[in-house]
T-cell receptor, first 114, second 109 residues
């Protein structure tokens, strides 16, 4: 069964460093998402992406964040200058349809900022 | 902005009993209401969803009911089993999924 894959599974970085989290969505999906989950808390929407551009973003997704689809398969989340409060699990997700299709999550990338 | 309220935050039920988790949403334009289950350290996984053109949907021991007028929907798990222990998230909104804060369900032996 096809699934969303994410790398790395865990990254430890120093505050102020840049981090890139990578995702490979399911191949026939058209809509891509990044979510964040701080330990023990809810899953928070960061950004949605369609047709090579951001379709919607949350207040969390400030100038320190960016997304890119550099080729036909990868979907990346970049944090330019990490802060302690960026420590969280980051989930990539994809779906075929924008409105009523199931959202498929990757296994997540745990980011620890020291 | 859009908001999804979920309660209770924790719920303990005896094995074999039923569990009910409730959610309310603010955006009346929402037409899609999924429920996700997240086991410890794992990704959220869809367990059931409902669209606004129906009021109830059932899949074995799991059911979801939707009241669009009141803007609330509920997850019902019957004959609970130990493997039902997890965090359950409701969600709404169509183009971006907005999650509730989650309900930690404990199934007691």
């Amino acid at each position: 069964e096809p699934e969303v894959t994410q790398t790395p599974s865990h990254q430890v970085t120093q505050m102020g460093q840049e981090v890139i989290l990578r995702c490979v969505p399911i191949s026939n999906h058209l809509y891509f998402y990044w979510y964040r989950q701080i330990l023990g808390q809810k899953v928070e929407f960061l950004v949605s992406f369609y047709n090579n551009e951001i379709s919607e973003k949350s207040e969390i997704f400030d100038d320190q964040f960016s997304v890119e689809r550099p080729d036909g398969s990868n979907f990346t989340l970049k944090i330019r200058s990490t802060k302690l409060e960026d420590s969280a699990m980051y989930f990539c997700a994809s779906r075929i349809l924008a409105d009523t299709g199931e959202l498929f999550f990757g296994e997540g990338s745990r980011l620890t900022v020291l | 902005g859009e908001n999804v309220e979920q309660h209770p935050s924790t719920l303990s039920v005896q094995e074999g009993d039923s569990a009910v988790i409730k959610c309310t949403y603010s955006d009346s334009a929402s037409n899609y209401f999924p429920w996700y289950k997240q086991e410890l350290g794992k990704r959220p996984q869809l367990i059931i969803d409902i669209r606004s053109n129906v009021g109830e949907k059932k899949d074995q021991r799991i059911a979801v009911t939707l009241n669009k007028t009141a803007k609330h929907f509920s997850l019902h798990i019957t004959e609970t089993q130990p493997e039902d222990s997890a965090v359950y998230f409701c969600a709404s909104k169509d183009d971006k999924i907005i999650f509730g804060k989650g309900t930690r369900l404990h199934i007691l032996p």
